[in-house]
């Protein structure tokens, strides 16, 4: 038999590396040539001041000073504060209108089952993405559902989570400093796994299960047709098939994509 089982969220996270300072100096140009007349002027005074990046500097960002453009290396000072942050009640529509503000951790007493966690990594759902630009139907709430970090307190019927343990998770509107959840809906971070990669696992390992395990009951002589399969939960599924040893039909809507796949 064939179990047909689209999928419709994915989650992923990103990075962005820049390897040599031509890409900076076209940044500065696109900014000079933004700033009007003296443009070409102002160009030129940018332009030298991009320092050197080596290959495995990727930490950049752009700052305005003195009314000025330019882009400047940025150095991580160990011991720099850290800061509780949450983002600000925001109108939908754009993600330009996210903003985050200072936030205090909760001191109100917990509910019997619920844990306190500061975040430390949060996954980004294409959920995350409808719920910012206005485009997810209902109220969905804060942006935010899987994380991963320290817990910082128990209610009183937690009793196999305490202070301090690695945990992951889901919790609505978890991109924040400190979120509250319930004991049933996190884990404990097993093995070597960084807090990143255990974000990004509470939405798509659910879903797979819920969908294969669950309701398919998918079995090694089973067949199962996955839809979207670069997709986080494509990925996922696949390797769930392939753990079990059944035969795997995957769709992808790009060459690229089919070429990762096979």
Not at 88 to 109: M, T, W, Y
Not at 210 to 227: G, P, T
């Amino acid at each position: 038999c064939v179990s047909f089982i689209p999928f419709f969220v994915f989650g992923h996270f990103w990075q962005q590396s820049y390897e040599n300072t031509k890409i900076l100096r076209n940044l500065c140009s696109h900014f000079a040539r933004q700033d009007g007349q003296d443009g070409k002027k102002r160009k030129e005074n940018h332009t030298t001041k991009v320092p050197e990046i080596p290959k495995n500097e990727n930490e950049i960002m752009y700052n305005k000073d003195d009314e000025q453009w330019y882009v400047r290396r940025v150095k991580v000072d160990k011991n720099t504060q850290s800061y509780e942050l949450m983002l600000d009640d925001f109108k939908r529509g754009s993600i330009e209108n996210l903003k985050l503000v200072p936030a205090v951790q909760p001191s109100h007493n917990l509910e019997p089952d619920e844990v306190l966690v500061r975040v430390n990594s949060t996954g980004l759902n294409f959920r995350d993405v409808l719920n910012v630009l206005d485009m997810y139907p209902g109220d969905p709430g804060f942006p935010g559902g899987d994380f991963a970090g320290d817990i910082v307190n128990v209610g009183s019927n937690v009793t196999e989570y305490t202070k301090g343990d690695k945990v992951f998770g889901i919790a609505f509107g978890s991109l924040k400093t400190f979120t509250l959840t319930t004991k049933n809906h996190i884990k404990k971070i097993q093995c070597n796994m960084t807090y990143n990669e255990a974000s990004t696992l509470p939405t798509l390992g659910t879903t797979v299960h819920e969908a294969l395990v669950n309701l398919s009951q998918l079995k090694k002589e089973n067949r199962v047709l996955i839809h979207a399969a670069t997709g986080g939960i494509g990925l996922m599924a696949i390797e769930y098939a392939r753990k079990i040893g059944c035969q795997i039909i995957c769709t992808a809507g790009a060459e690229f994509k089919r070429k990762y796949l096979r």
